[in-house]
């Protein structure tokens, strides 16, 4: 068990839906990263945020948004999904703003399934 | 600029030894090990960082040449528990500080 926590465990929704994947970093941890894993992908980094802040994006679509809350807990929204959203969704947390030295922990994930 | 990873598979007996590679075509600052069973969430390993220094854990070995832009994962006596799905995460010098991880290279060993 590393610490972070994630919800729902699976979704299943329609295209076009809107859905809400939430995430708590571990006690202590100040930066969340949301990635995008498919079936023929490796880990897709989508977007960073550190202390309630946006730092980094990756590739990130313009119909998903991020946010933190002062209790550093973040949200991922996707909308307008289409089938190929479908994917698993971790969250990852770790201490400082940079990833480059740091450990992430990997959460348990949300399995996005659009049918 | 995502990492390559070779093999992309293996398949070992336990107790056989295993390499997995982890390969940038530009200057690499820092690599990170980690480990995925099936629908599970990747478990960190270790981080081989510019300079030589190395954190994870004590039973596993890694090795980073910064001249070639290579770092490389030992299993050694592999037991059942080693199966999964490898990835190295890159972060290159000068570059975004958030690891770019390979397709992940699938480690399968049976008994």
């Known amino acids: 068990d590393s610490g972070v926590t994630q919800t729902p465990k699976h979704l299943i929704t329609a295209t076009g839906q809107r859905v809400t994947l939430r995430c708590s970093p571990r006690?202590?941890?100040?930066?969340v990263y949301w990635y995008q894993q498919s079936l023929d992908q490796g880990l897709q980094f989508l977007i960073q945020y550190y202390n309630g802040e946006e730092r980094a994006k990756g590739n990130i679509l313009e119909r998903f948004s991020a946010q933190q809350f002062p209790d550093l807990h973040s949200e991922l929204n996707l909308s307008s999904l289409e089938l190929g959203d479908s994917a698993l969704y971790f969250c990852?947390?770790?201490?400082?703003?940079?990833?480059?030295?740091?450990?992430?922990?990997f959460g348990p994930g949300t399995r996005l399934t659009v049918l | 600029q995502q990492p390559v990873q070779s093999p992309q598979a293996v398949i070992l007996r336990e107790g056989e030894d295993a390499v997995i590679n982890c390969s940038s075509s530009k200057a690499l600052y820092s690599v990170h090990w980690y480990r995925q069973k099936h629908g599970e969430a990747p478990v960190f390993l270790m981080i081989l960082l510019k300079g030589g220094e190395q954190k994870g854990h004590e039973k596993i070995s890694a090795s980073f040449n910064e001249k070639k832009q290579q770092s490389s994962l030992y299993l050694t006596a592999s037991q059942l528990s080693y199966s999964g799905t490898y990835f190295c995460g890159t972060v290159l010098s000068g570059g975004s500080y958030i690891p770019t991880f390979g397709r992940g290279t699938s480690l399968i060993v049976h008994p």
């Open positions: 990852a947390s770790s201490i400082r703003d940079s990833a480059a030295t740091d450990t992430q922990y």
């Open positions: 006690s202590g941890d100040l930066s």
